[in-house]
């Protein structure tokens, strides 16, 4: 059994430094070292975390001028790790999240080590109090958060991505700055036949928060999920997959200043370039469905 190797890679705009201290603090506390800690200043400067925290394996910050998204600055990370070129498999962490748990990373290597297929490990998020939002739960409907298992897509706050499967694939969506990021990049790796699995005995604590807390929230969301049926789904299942979403949107939206800007990034994700369009094959749509998720939900 080969023994893959591990990074963390944290991205951070500067703004939570007392969330990222802890969280480095946790990954130092794990029974199993990362091999590398890369850490990203997303539009700001960051001070040495090394000396100060005593943190274990290399550890790497990386300064950007401006603030790419959270696709960008993972992408800036993944490039760091190419450079050095000993890294198997990266774990991505939400700068305000924390590793509860000291055997984490041992068991993402573990994982790994017993499948080459693993494309992509889902952790679970739960809030100071142990509970998961049901959004955090990469299954339709009200499923069990403890029901770990293969799924269709991933959390964005913690999981783990083979770097063989980035290099078929291809990294994050920059373009995509926020939102539907981890959607576009799990349909490319069922496209290639990796597997994504949902691990629940993987925490992250995360404090309890709301998407819509983001100004750039409904815009950006409607905007990205036009793009994201225009690159990766086959032409048949763009209107149904629009269709549905839109009819959800209206439901589920109370605010009539919310609805407007989601038509608007409606309309902005219509009129402007979506990227490469690169259609998923039939038989994946046919697999997602399988799995309990048909790429119109």
Not at 53 to 73: K, R, W
Request: proline share 6%; net charge positive; with cysteine.
């Amino acid at each position: 059994m080969v023994q893959p190797r591990i990074a963390v890679a944290v991205v951070t705009m500067g703004n939570r430094p007392a969330e990222v201290d802890a969280l480095l603090q946790s990954v130092a506390k794990q029974d199993l070292a990362p091999a590398r800690i890369v850490i990203v200043g997303n539009g700001c400067r960051l001070p040495e975390f090394a000396e100060r925290l005593s943190l274990p394996g290399e550890v790497t910050t990386v300064d950007v001028e401006e603030n790419l998204g959270c696709p960008g600055g993972r992408n800036v990370a993944l490039a760091r790790l190419r450079e050095y070129g000993d890294i198997d498999v990266v774990v991505d962490l939400d700068d305000d999240g924390l590793l509860v748990d000291a055997d984490v990373l041992r068991r993402v290597r573990d994982l790994y080590a017993a499948d080459p297929h693993l494309g992509i490990v889902g952790f679970r998020i739960a809030d100071e109090t142990g509970h998961t939002q049901q959004r955090h739960v990469p299954r339709v409907g009200n499923s069990d958060p403890m029901r770990g298992g293969y799924v269709t897509g991933f959390l964005g706050g913690g999981h783990a991505l083979s770097m063989a499967m980035l290099a078929e694939t291809g990294d994050w969506p920059a373009e995509f700055f926020f939102a539907h990021e981890e959607t576009d990049l799990a349909w490319r790796a069922a496209d290639a036949d990796w597997k994504i699995l949902y691990a629940p005995e993987l925490l992250l604590r995360h404090p309890r928060t709301s998407p819509a807390r983001h100004a750039i929230y409904y815009r950006v969301t409607a905007r990205n999920r036009v793009w994201l049926v225009r690159r990766r789904l086959p032409l048949l299942l763009i209107p149904v997959h629009l269709g549905v979403w839109t009819l959800l949107t209206l439901v589920r939206t109370r605010s009539a200043g919310g609805l407007r800007a989601w038509f608007g990034g409606f309309m902005e994700g219509l009129r402007q370039p979506a990227g490469e369009r690169r259609p998923m094959r039939w038989r994946t749509a046919w697999r997602l469905t399988r799995l309990g998720r048909p790429p119109v939900i």
